[in-house]
């Protein structure tokens, strides 16, 4: 029973071989018939020796050229004006080969010489027949599959993904989706049809036509929108009763292609988040990296590990990653198994930034080039009761890492750094800010140092978005510290290539803090809603949210550069550099270091002593945490 199941099981060589016979078949009756069809349904006895003589060169030479433009590389499902432009250019190109052997024949051996108009009629009834077949189950997806098991579905955005998108939803398995209609703003569009699918819009409303032409789901394929345009778009389609809606994710730099159905995604809350697609200079930065032996610190966490992925897609051939989540080390691995190319080598080791010991012989073994650090402790309240732990990683992680980086000759070294440590409110903030004093210290040898800030990223671990959505499915209540409550959101990838940008920038100089551009902040509150609506159920009634008051440390609304900084524009429309205060004297953080060095053992003491050397460190207002 196995052996009669691999037997008739489709594959690639299957299909080519089935194609390959019915062509032959379908030549040699078309050669034959087409004498039927020159000489009135008779066939003269002269040419009966012809048939034999030539059908052997008609076959060969006709599959030849079916071969040679494509036609057994063709997938059958998605047949279309392309592939038969391909057959007919084959049945020109085989006539026309024919139609010389033929005149040649003429003059060498005439006895052999067949009638122009068979040539002529044969390649018509072949086209037609190879043609039929190539079509023939496009033709019945087209024809019968519409009335199949599926939701009717709107697309919204008409344009060439679109009507390639309707060309696969046809019969796809994946997602039983059945196009109905385009939905579109573009006037030039609305009142077309595409693939026989009317494109509306305009006058009519996108809540009205979901209502007259009974749509259970709705694919977004607007590749350029604003993340305020998918929100806003999200929120009618919400209440116009659709639960199921799915959108076509943007095309980026490392995947140009044409979107596909397997491509397709459910609406999640980074499309309601995201921007616009970040545009930086791939080929400036992968020649900043080329050849270029990289250590990423804090290797697995949410950042580090995005930046370990974008490194080998920039085609890094020497990866070493350090990291102390042993758990999370081993999933990287897993995913580089699969994306690390044959020349590529990522090694990743456990280890603390606190073990300045540890953390010598990697660079004794390795000798990077550049240095991305993105270890840290990064949860403000945790921090707020253990600020010991917050020196021991954020501080003096960082002063190991950035001073072996000189020992040993880095070239240029990353620090990832917040946009808590502008005007900060937490232990978790001033020592973020002092990691950024520290590389601007030592920059101005050797090595270069840069700092990059941004805000909150999206889905990152401990968050707020994955906590929201297992409190939703517990059944609530969301919990929001405050209504008023705001923060800058950024997709992990977009962050990271903004940090190689900002690190390509800064490799010359160095010393500066880069800004990150991170758009419009977003109400928490608002947040926690549309995670509510995406899972299907309505805020306040379905799943209530509560506000439990600002945590010790947390500001209701972080701030990229404090008022004394300033900012100034950079070459990158999304990068701004600081306007920094000059550097502390000589000495001063040494002095710091040492007092937080004692204070170790007496935690309490911490705050002032940073309150002392942190521009700016301030405790939060006691009537701000109030809702």
Same mark, same amino acid.
């Not at 299957?14 to 194609?19: A, I, S």
């Not at 080969?97 to 122009?116: E, Q, S, T």
């Not at 966490?301 to 080998?312: A, F, P, Q, T, Y």
């Not at 950024?490 to 903004?498: D, K, Q, R, T, W």
């Given at each position: 029973?196995?052996?009669?199941?691999?037997?008739?099981?489709?594959?690639?060589?299957?299909?080519?071989?089935?194609?390959?016979?019915?062509?032959?078949?379908?030549?040699?009756?078309?050669?034959?018939?087409?004498?039927?069809?020159?000489?009135?349904?008779?066939?003269?006895?002269?040419?009966?020796?012809?048939?034999?003589?030539?059908? +052997?060169?008609?076959?060969?030479?006709?599959?030849?050229?079916?071969?040679?433009?494509?036609?057994?590389?063709?997938?059958?499902?998605?047949?279309?004006?392309?592939?038969?432009?391909?057959?007919? &250019?084959?049945?020109?190109? #085989?006539?026309?080969?024919?139609?010389?052997?033929?005149?040649?024949?003429?003059?060498?051996?005439?006895?052999?010489?067949? +009638?122009?108009?068979?040539?002529?009629?044969?390649?018509?009834?072949?086209?037609?027949?190879?043609?039929?077949?190539?079509?023939?189950?496009?033709?019945?997806?087209?024809?019968?599959?519409?009335? #199949?098991?599926?939701?009717?579905?709107?697309?919204?955005?008409?344009?060439?993904?679109?009507?390639?998108?309707?060309?696969?939803?046809?019969?796809?398995?994946?997602?039983?989706?059945?196009?109905?209609?385009?939905?579109?703003?573009?006037?030039?569009?609305?009142?077309?049809?595409?693939?026989?699918?009317?494109?509306?819009?305009?006058?009519?409303?996108?809540?009205?036509?979901?209502?007259?032409?009974?749509?259970?789901?709705?694919?977004?394929?607007?590749?350029?929108?604003?993340?305020?345009?998918?929100?806003?778009?999200?929120?009618?389609?919400? &209440?116009?009763?659709?639960?199921?809606?799915?959108?076509?994710?943007?095309?980026?730099?490392?995947?140009?292609?044409?979107?596909?159905?397997?491509?397709?995604?459910?609406?999640?809350?980074?499309?309601?988040?995201?921007?616009?697609?970040?545009?930086?200079?791939?080929?400036?930065?992968?020649?900043?990296?080329?050849?270029?032996?990289?250590?990423?610190?804090?290797?697995?966490?949410?950042?580090?590990?995005?930046?370990?992925?974008?490194?080998?897609?920039?085609?890094?051939?020497?990866?070493?990653?350090?990291?102390?989540?042993?758990?999370?080390?081993?999933?990287?691995?897993?995913?580089?198994?699969?994306?690390?190319?044959?020349?590529?080598?990522?090694?990743?080791?456990?280890?603390?930034?606190?073990?300045?010991?540890?953390?010598?012989?990697?660079?004794?073994?390795?000798?990077?080039?550049?240095?991305?650090?993105?270890?840290?402790?990064?949860?403000?309240?945790?921090?707020?009761?253990?600020?010991?732990?917050?020196?021991?990683?954020?501080?003096?992680?960082?002063?190991?890492?950035? &001073?072996? #980086?000189?020992?040993?000759?880095?070239?240029?070294?990353?620090?990832?750094?917040?946009?808590?440590?502008?005007?900060?409110?937490?232990?978790?903030?001033?020592?973020?800010?002092?990691?950024?004093?520290?590389?601007?210290?030592?920059?101005?040898?050797?090595?270069?140092?840069?700092?990059?800030?941004?805000?909150?990223?999206?889905?990152?671990?401990?968050?707020?978005?994955?906590?929201?959505?297992?409190?939703?499915?517990?059944?609530? @209540?969301?919990?929001?510290?405050? @209504?008023?409550?705001?923060?800058?959101?950024?997709?992990?990838?977009?962050?990271?290539?903004?940090?190689?940008?900002?690190?390509?920038?800064? #490799?010359?100089?160095?010393?500066?803090?880069?800004?990150?551009?991170?758009?419009?902040?977003?109400?928490?509150?608002?947040?926690?809603?549309?995670?509510?609506?995406?899972?299907?159920?309505?805020?306040?009634?379905?799943?209530?949210?509560?506000?439990?008051?600002?945590? +010790?440390?947390?500001?209701?609304?972080?701030?990229?550069?404090?008022?004394?900084?300033?900012?100034?524009?950079?070459?990158?429309? &999304?990068?701004?550099?600081?306007?920094?205060?000059? @550097? @502390?004297?000589?000495?001063?953080?040494?002095?710091?270091?040492?007092?937080?060095?004692?204070?170790?053992?007496?935690?309490?003491?911490?705050?002032?002593?940073?309150?002392?050397?942190? +521009?700016?460190?301030?405790?939060?207002?006691?009537?701000?945490?109030?809702?």
């Amino acid at each position: 029973m196995k052996f009669i199941e691999r037997l008739f099981q489709p594959t690639r060589m299957k299909r080519t071989f089935f194609f390959i016979i019915t062509d032959i078949i379908f030549i040699a009756f078309a050669y034959y018939f087409s004498f039927y069809l020159r000489f009135g349904f008779t066939y003269p006895e002269k040419y009966q020796s012809h048939y034999v003589f030539w059908l +052997p060169g008609i076959i060969l030479f006709k599959i030849f050229f079916l071969a040679i433009f494509g036609m057994y590389r063709i997938n059958w499902r998605f047949v279309g004006i392309t592939e038969l432009s391909n057959l007919m &250019k084959s049945a020109v190109t #085989s006539t026309l080969f024919l139609y010389g052997v033929n005149i040649v024949l003429r003059y060498f051996a005439d006895d052999y010489c067949l +009638p122009r108009g068979v040539l002529v009629i044969d390649a018509i009834v072949s086209f037609g027949m190879i043609s039929f077949l190539k079509i023939l189950k496009r033709l019945y997806i087209d024809l019968f599959s519409r009335k #199949s098991a599926g939701k009717r579905t709107l697309i919204i955005g008409a344009d060439l993904t679109s009507e390639r998108l309707v060309k696969e939803l046809t019969g796809s398995t994946y997602h039983k989706l059945i196009p109905i209609a385009f939905y579109d703003e573009n006037l030039m569009r609305i009142g077309t049809r595409i693939h026989g699918l009317p494109v509306l819009g305009h006058n009519e409303k996108l809540d009205t036509i979901i209502k007259n032409e009974k749509i259970e789901s709705v694919l977004i394929n607007l590749p350029h929108a604003s993340h305020k345009t998918i929100s806003e778009l999200f929120i009618t389609l919400n &209440k116009a009763g659709v639960d199921d809606i799915k959108i076509v994710p943007h095309v980026d730099e490392f995947n140009k292609n044409i979107a596909i159905v397997k491509d397709i995604k459910n609406l999640d809350i980074d499309d309601l988040l995201s921007r616009e697609a970040v545009k930086i200079d791939y080929e400036q930065i992968a020649q900043f990296l080329k050849d270029k032996t990289i250590l990423v610190s804090g290797a697995a966490g949410s950042i580090g590990s995005e930046i370990v992925r974008k490194l080998v897609q920039f085609g890094v051939k020497k990866i070493i990653g350090y990291e102390i989540d042993e758990t999370e080390v081993f999933n990287l691995e897993l995913t580089l198994k699969k994306i690390t190319g044959p020349e590529q080598t990522a090694h990743m080791i456990i280890g603390d930034v606190r073990d300045k010991q540890k953390l010598g012989s990697v660079f004794e073994t390795y000798h990077p080039d550049i240095v991305f650090h993105a270890s840290a402790y990064k949860h403000v309240p945790l921090m707020e009761h253990f600020p010991e732990e917050a020196i021991k990683t954020n501080i003096f992680g960082t002063e190991n890492l950035a &001073k072996l #980086s000189l020992q040993y000759g880095v070239k240029t070294f990353i620090n990832i750094s917040t946009d808590k440590a502008v005007n900060p409110t937490s232990i978790m903030g001033a020592t973020k800010r002092f990691s950024e004093m520290i590389c601007q210290e030592l920059n101005g040898s050797s090595t270069v140092f840069t700092s990059v800030r941004f805000g909150n990223v999206l889905g990152s671990r401990g968050s707020v978005i994955p906590i929201f959505l297992d409190q939703i499915k517990d059944g609530g @209540p969301v919990t929001v510290t405050h @209504p008023d409550i705001k923060r800058y959101f950024m997709s992990i990838p977009e962050a990271v290539l903004l940090v190689f940008q900002a690190a390509y920038m800064g #490799s010359k100089t160095g010393g500066e803090i880069f800004v990150l551009d991170m758009g419009e902040p977003v109400k928490i509150v608002a947040l926690a809603e549309n995670l509510i609506r995406l899972n299907n159920m309505e805020p306040y009634k379905d799943v209530d949210i509560v506000f439990t008051g600002l945590r +010790p440390g947390e500001k209701l609304f972080e701030e990229l550069l404090t008022a004394e900084e300033g900012t100034d524009a950079t070459t990158h429309s &999304k990068i701004y550099v600081a306007r920094h205060e000059a @550097p @502390p004297v000589k000495g001063t953080l040494e002095n710091a270091k040492k007092e937080l060095q004692l204070a170790l053992t007496e935690p309490n003491k911490i705050k002032n002593i940073l309150k002392t050397y942190v +521009p700016y460190f301030r405790d939060i207002p006691e009537n701000q945490g109030k809702a």
